[in-house]
């Protein structure tokens, strides 16, 4: 069988040559994992919670490593990378402790001779498929609250990004969990989803990534009618009102924004921005975007990465063009946007953008930041809402009545007012629309994983 290259995209080297895993053997470890869940589903709360904290430790202290690997196969920048590792390991922590608040309750009978009780139990077998863009956090949200409650997790990386998820797996083994409650597979998504959802030992599909991906699993997993969680696509806008602080506003978009080059799920791909002050922000968000240093993530400094690949820069060039086809105005020529070569783009902000343009209404996945002004803020909300996608929404504003508006009126699933950075593994993270279903983190991170039984007692 053929060997997938994992490439370091800063350099389009190899890193290194991994073996694809069969569908025979996908289908094993998939028994495997059944059977190791008849065992695991005995441990009592206490001791999965131990064995959680066992590889949080661990994994607080291969941080370096792990985050060395996430630079080398994914592009962003070490310090980011380390970040990404410390909030991956917030959800392990979180959910080692959830696994001892796995509650049921008592219902009062409607007769004197009966009680009820209700109890939470695991789901069963979970098949996990993750992108690229952040893969410690992407799979810990979801191998954390899957061991917690009780179930065995098989985890599909994507392709771009296996070797952190196997090192999370390696160091998860040396924590305890038994070897076949918690493995990976190296297999083409197309191939993993295929096994997955037509494996009767699986009951649960737990997958973030692309819409049109998610909606082909949602599809393939409603044959044997599948728990399943998607965290989907995105198209968040930030909204910056006139009353908003404008200097607050710029940091908070550049963190929102570029963030991993403006490859994650919940960047700000449209800015919205009150005309009262639109040029000033526009100024103030050129001079620091301008002022960001592009490089090799392995780089002392770098704050921008490389895109993941070649199709990732075209699409971010194809968003740019069209702009400029549409009367945006765009702060740098795309010679210099350019000029790094390989799988690098400078960031650009494209002022005078208009809502027909592709990089509003196409997720954008790249460093550019469009912003648009606007007169009324209940315009800004209802293009704010016109899109399939309801992930995440940023607003700026110093006015408790228009934020709590803005709280009230937006349709979308996580939303950070005067916060560019919401995401916490104590929050229920998850979209509305198009950007998918379920939670993760949170109390309700953990619910996916569990079913829900009741007994009635005849006395
Ligand atoms: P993607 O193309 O959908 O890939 C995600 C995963 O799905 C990869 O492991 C991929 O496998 C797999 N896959 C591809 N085709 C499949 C199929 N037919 N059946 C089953 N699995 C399949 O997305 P991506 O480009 O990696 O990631 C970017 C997308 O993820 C964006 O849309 C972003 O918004 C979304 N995202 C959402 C969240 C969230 O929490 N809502 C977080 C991060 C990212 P391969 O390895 O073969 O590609």
Not at 143 to 171: D, H, N, S, Y
Request: hydrophobic share 40%; glycine share 8%.
């Amino acid at each position: 069988m053929s060997k997938l290259s994992v490439l370091n995209p800063a350099t389009n080297a190899v890193i290194k040559e991994l073996e694809y895993t069969s569908n025979e053997e996908i289908t094993a470890q998939i028994d495997r994992a059944y059977e190791a869940f008849q065992e695991w589903r005995t441990v009592d709360a206490h001791e999965r919670s131990a064995k959680l904290l066992k590889w949080a430790e661990l994994i607080d202290a291969h941080i370096d490593e792990i985050a060395e690997l996430i630079t080398l196969e994914g592009g962003k920048p070490l310090a980011e990378a380390k970040g990404e590792v410390a909030y991956a390991n917030s959800y392990v922590k979180w959910y080692a402790e959830e696994a001892k608040r796995i509650y049921g309750r008592t219902i009062p009978a409607n007769t004197p001779d009966k009680e009820i009780l209700v109890g939470k139990f695991p789901v069963g077998v979970v098949g996990a498929i993750t992108p690229w863009n952040f893969p410690a956090a992407m799979i810990t949200r979801k191998m954390a609250p899957a061991l917690a409650a009780g179930c065995t997790i098989v985890c599909k990386p994507a392709v771009q990004t296996p070797l952190t998820t196997i090192r999370l797996v390696e160091l998860a083994h040396e924590a305890g969990f038994p070897k076949d409650a918690i493995s990976f597979i190296i297999a083409s998504g197309r191939d993993a989803g295929e096994a997955f959802t037509s494996h009767e030992a699986i009951r649960k599909i737990t997958f973030t990534g692309s819409t049109p991906v998610g909606k082909t699993l949602i599809k393939d997993a409603a044959d044997s009618v599948k728990n399943a969680t998607m965290e989907l696509g995105g198209l968040a806008p930030f909204i910056i009102h006139k009353d908003a602080d404008i200097d607050a506003a710029v940091e908070a978009t550049i963190a929102s924004k570029f963030r991993n080059a403006g490859q994650t799920c919940i960047c700000a791909n449209r800015i919205y921005v009150h005309e009262d002050i639109v040029d000033q922000y526009t100024e103030k968000l050129m001079t620091k975007v301008h002022g960001l240093k592009v490089g090799n993530g392995m780089d002392e400094g770098t704050e921008v990465g490389p895109l993941i690949n070649q199709g990732a820069v075209d699409k971010v060039l194809d968003q740019i063009t069209d702009a400029m086809g549409k009367g945006g105005h765009v702060s740098r020529s795309l010679d210099e946007v350019t000029e790094l070569g390989g799988n690098f783009l400078k960031p650009v902000v494209i002022s005078n953008a208009k809502q027909d343009m592709k990089v509003m209404n196409e997720e954008t996945f790249g460093p550019i930041a469009p912003v648009m002004a606007y007169s009324d803020l209940d315009e800004a909300i209802k293009i704010a809402n016109d899109t399939p996608f309801g992930l995440a929404a940023y607003f700026y504003t110093n006015d408790y009545r228009t934020g709590l508006k803005l709280y009230n009126e937006l349709e979308y699933g996580v939303i950070g007012w005067n916060d560019g950075g919401p995401s916490a593994a104590h929050a229920p993270f998850g979209g509305f629309k198009e950007s998918g279903y379920g939670r993760e983190g949170g109390t309700e991170g953990i619910e996916p994983y569990l079913e829900t039984k009741y007994l009635s007692i005849k006395k």
